[in-house]
């Protein structure tokens, strides 16, 4: 069964810094999709960022940047020049790349953003 | 296009009481998600839809479950004979068929607590 883990509970950043969020997870697939999540305090989730996993290159979404390690099973998520509204809670999420569309997330990790 | 709408927001019930979700996907979304998110996890999902047919249910999903979605528009959650576990947020999101890669809109959420 596939498994993913985000073993930070809580990060912090000072506003203008950069932050590193982790995730690691555990599959037999090789074909499949990485997401990142946040949900602020009013609960919507809202998708950051998504990698495919046959795509090396990793993905960007302005401030927003991926670490992608096939091999190691790690997907890390960077928030360059972090801002107050960047405060949430971050999911990373796994899917694979057929014959479902389950998506299976992690527990979160909260960020704290401090001006 | 006003996004997901789940109704109610909130919902207080006592044990042993039935209670009714709603979703109303993005209109031109024909796939629905339910997904159930308890205090400090991330979400897990129930089950899915494409049009009115379910495709998947997860074992989370008891025979007190009941998740349809008729004509293939708005879906609704029905939970018999609640339990003091069953208190939780649950969320709905949708994608259209072709873009379920890309992950998906969610709703605010309902959410349920069982007293």
């Known amino acids: 069964a596939q498994t993913v883990t985000q073993s930070q509970p809580e990060m912090s950043v000072q506003e203008a810094e950069t932050v590193t969020l982790s995730c690691t997870y555990d599959?037999?697939?090789?074909?499949?999709?990485l997401f990142w999540y946040k949900q602020p305090p009013s609960r919507q989730m809202i998708l950051v960022i998504r990698?495919?996993?046959?795509?090396?290159q990793n993905a960007t979404e302005n401030r927003f940047s991926v670490n992608f390690q096939k091999a190691a099973k790690s997907f890390s998520l960077k928030i360059s020049d972090s801002q107050l509204g960047d405060a949430a809670m971050y999911f990373c999420?796994?899917?694979?790349?057929?014959?479902?569309?389950?998506?299976?997330f992690g527990t979160g990790t909260r960020l704290q953003v401090f001006p | 296009d006003t996004g997901v709408s789940q109704n109610p927001r909130h919902k207080i019930t006592k044990r042993g009481q039935n209670v009714t979700f709603r979703c109303d996907p993005i209109s031109e979304h024909n796939r629905l998600y339910w997904y159930r998110q308890t205090l400090g996890q991330g979400p897990e999902f129930l089950t899915y839809?494409?049009?009115?047919?379910?495709?998947?249910k997860s074992r989370l999903l008891s025979d007190r479950f009941s998740a349809e979605r008729p004509k293939g528009s708005f879906s609704t959650l029905e939970i018999q004979r609640t339990e003091q576990g069953d208190s939780a947020m649950y969320l709905c999101?949708?994608?259209?068929?072709?873009?379920?890669?890309?992950?998906?809109?969610f709703g605010s959420g309902t959410r349920l607590t069982v007293v």
């Open positions: 839809f494409q049009n009115e047919a379910q495709l998947e």
């Open positions: 999101a949708s994608s259209a068929d072709r873009r379920s890669q890309y992950g998906y809109t």
């Open positions: 599959t037999s697939e090789s074909d499949y999709y």
């Open positions: 999420a796994y899917r694979r790349s057929y014959n479902t569309d389950k998506l299976i």
């Open positions: 990698q495919e996993a046959y795509k090396q």
